[in-house]
């Protein structure tokens, strides 16, 4: 059966325009002389050769010594291993790099111009042809090329929430999951070009198994789709089956990981505890442990989901998540993994907001070494807009990592556009203490141990992400977790020139969708003040977060005849009072708090007022039919582009925005129904249906 085309994303090497094309592209670039050493090697002289022809519309030849008859060449290897490059560079400088990091420069060598791309390991090579080949793309200069990179975060995760054996994606929103875990060990070409994608944005960690290890919903009243869950991952068996897929991706510098059940001792061993203070369960984990790594010897480590939505953890035998995190690190230790710990743990509290921090801050400084935990940006649960969760800053002696969500689980499931760059780039900038000693979040994460994970890979269907639009999340990720001082222009210009070239109307206009397009989502499914959480769930654990169903969690928004929102303060439960006092003080009284989060912090009444003189009620008003017609924006600016993409992209995203303004409408309506009901207030402007 012919499959469909898949799609490059930002890797189409699109043939930089003629006229414009740097003479000394093809100087540099025509002939390479790469090292052939490591298989790492091998991906760096297929990109190039991919990416050139593409680029400049010839292969270029490559060289297993220095062509010294032409009139310049590519160097690719490590100061050791070719003089020329050991020559032309500062090799303490190279060899000070941090890993992953690379360096490039052009110069001369024996008569030649050289433009040597340098590191001091081979996966600094691999993301230095990615880089740049993005340069190339990008039509920017090579002359007196001399720049040093490295990433400023150590870890650089993707989190997959693939259900193995079902073949199925929790909250994914591109098909099938991408990989094929019963034809394993056979591998699927559709890896390699994953593999390239994750590796040109940096990301050096793949979690191929959804943190569900087993499926709580009412599903697992079968026990046969109980016996379908990413648990069994961990049978010999299936560790023997991903050993190929982990070389494929070493080969682009990016460790396997799994997410593994708690109870793992018990399900997949034959004890009868998985007490992490027992003994047999220290050794059974040890155990695995070393036949994990006799398999893959660069095994990144172990996610786990304990204690959380239903699934095991160390609350099962009265120990702690410390008690918990330590055993399965210890078993780790000896190969250099870490285990991935997650923060995300609620239930003992009516408001899950407060949980968090008071589960966790009480355990700084008692993890062990190679324990990362694992906290999402907020303290909910991906909404469209969040405070920063507590934690962040408050955890000093603990390795955090940040886990943010690629796939659009609240923000409209990759039928809606939504970018999340924006988004992200408030999380990273914000100031964990600002009249304190406190770091920005995104200087958290530069030890190493520490780093970004993101949830939600692609799928299987042919443009990877479900939406065109939704590719520049997974790009955006990933150059964030790698450099997260980029600003959100440069990224977004990066990813449109590189995906779908760089005529100006095209760049401009899918530049101002982009940049627009979250604001829209937040408005019309929160009305923008701080409300989240008002969507329809559904019977099943696993549906729908799409559709509007505000009455469904009174909880998240405390809506009623005097007013709405949840009084987070400290005239209530306190969660103001997590933050250091100077957020605490900010966020503590509705005069401070900044609007956009007024209503997660403070019940207020309907006809309180805002800085602008209107009311809560009228602001909720108006910030969702606005988010409506800013959806109808986005869709005329994205057809006056018929004509100028390419017809398949044109389409579908043409397609996706016909869906997105009338599911627009659909929530605008149905919230600003429910303010009314609750409120008995109309809108100022007639456009809310009043009682009769
Ligand atoms: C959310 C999401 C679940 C997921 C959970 C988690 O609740 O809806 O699908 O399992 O987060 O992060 O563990």
């Not at 930002?10 to 670039?29: I, K, M, N």
């Not at 939505?309 to 099962?316: A, I, L, R, W």
């Not at 996706?656 to 129904?673: I, M, S």
């Amino acid at each position: 059966m012919a499959l469909e085309p898949y799609d490059d994303c930002w890797l189409r090497y699109g043939e930089v325009d003629g006229a414009s094309l740097p003479e000394s592209y093809r100087t540099y670039c025509a002939n390479v002389y790469a090292s052939v050493g490591a298989p790492e090697l091998g991906a760096v002289r297929e990109e190039l050769r991919r990416g050139i022809d593409g680029l400049l519309g010839r292969e270029p030849h490559l060289w297993q010594h220095p062509p010294r008859s032409a009139e310049g060449f590519l160097a690719v290897g490590t100061p050791d291993e070719m003089e020329v490059v050991h020559d032309s560079v500062a090799v303490d400088a190279v060899d000070s790099l941090a890993d992953g990091g690379f360096h490039l420069r052009t110069t001369e060598w024996e008569g030649c111009d050289v433009l040597v791309l340098t590191a001091p390991t081979d996966r600094g090579l691999v993301y230095g042809t990615f880089h740049l080949l993005r340069h190339l793309s990008l039509g920017r200069s090579v002359d007196d090329l001399d720049l040093f990179e490295e990433p400023a975060n150590a870890e650089r995760l993707v989190n997959h929430w693939d259900n193995p054996f079902r073949r199925s994606m929790e909250r994914g929103y591109a098909g099938q999951s991408l990989f094929d875990f019963e034809a394993l060990p056979n591998l699927d070409d559709r890896y390699v070009d994953y593999a390239r994608l994750l590796a040109s944005v940096g990301i050096n960690g793949v979690v191929l198994n959804n943190v569900n290890t087993e499926i709580p919903d009412r599903e697992s009243a079968n026990p046969a789709m109980s016996e379908l869950a990413g648990w069994r991952l961990l049978e010999s068996r299936y560790l023997e089956d991903l050993t190929g897929l982990a070389a494929l991706f070493r080969r682009y510098g990016i460790r396997t990981y799994l997410s593994v059940n708690f109870g793992a001792p018990e399900k997949v061993g034959d004890l009868e505890t998985s007490d992490p203070t027992d003994e047999r369960v220290e050794r059974w984990w040890a155990e695995k442990a070393d036949e994990v790594y006799d398999l893959i010897p660069d095994f990144g480590g172990f996610v786990v989901k304990a204690d959380s939505e239903g699934q095991p953890g160390p609350y099962n035998y009265d120990a702690d998540h410390v008690d918990g995190a330590n055993v399965l690190a210890r078993a780790l230790e000896p190969h250099g993994g870490r285990v991935w710990w997650r923060a995300f743990v609620y239930g003992s509290h009516s408001d899950r907001a407060v949980q968090q921090y008071e589960t966790f801050e009480p355990l700084d400084g008692e993890f062990h070494d190679n324990v990362t935990v694992q906290v999402k940006n907020g303290p909910i649960d991906f909404q469209p807009r969040e405070p920063i969760s507590p934690v962040f800053g408050q955890m000093p002696d603990t390795d955090l990592g940040l886990e943010l969500q690629i796939t659009g689980e609240y923000t409209g499931q990759h039928v809606h556009a939504c970018y999340h760059v924006p988004m992200w780039k408030e999380v990273l900038e914000f100031d964990t203490d600002p009249e304190g000693h406190g770091k920005r979040v995104k200087e958290l994460f530069s030890d190493p141990g520490t780093g970004l994970a993101g949830v939600g890979g692609p799928g299987a269907d042919p443009n990877w992400t479900g939406h065109y639009l939704a590719q520049a999340n997974l790009y955006g990720y990933g150059r964030l977790a790698w450099n997260p001082d980029l600003d959100t222009a440069t990224i977004t210009d990066e990813w449109v020139r590189q995906t779908f070239g760089h005529d100006p109307e095209v760049v401009e206009t899918v530049t101002d969708v982009m940049h627009d397009s979250w604001p829209a989502v937040v408005d019309y499914t929160t009305g923008g003040l701080g409300l989240m959480h008002m969507m329809y769930n559904g019977e099943a654990r696993l549906e729908n977060h799409y559709d509007p169903n505000p009455e469904e969690w009174p909880g998240y928004h405390g809506a009623s005849e005097d007013g709405i929102g949840v009084d987070r303060n400290a005239r209530a439960n306190g969660f103001a009072q997590q933050y250091p006092d100077a957020l605490a003080d900010r966020y503590d009284d509705p005069e401070t708090c900044p609007e956009e989060l007024l209503l997660f912090f403070h019940h207020l009444p309907w006809d309180h007022e805002l800085d602008d003189g209107r009311t809560v009620v009228q602001t909720l008003y108006d910030n969702c039919f606005a988010g409506v017609e800013l959806a109808e924006t986005l869709r005329e600016r994205w057809r006056s582009l018929d004509g100028r993409v390419d017809e398949r992209r044109f389409r579908h995203v043409a397609e996706r925005f016909d869906e997105q303004v009338v599911q627009a409408e659909r929530w605008a309506e149905t919230l600003t129904a429910f303010f009314y009901d609750h409120s008995g207030v109309p809108d100022e402007l007639g456009r809310v249906p009043r009682d009769e």
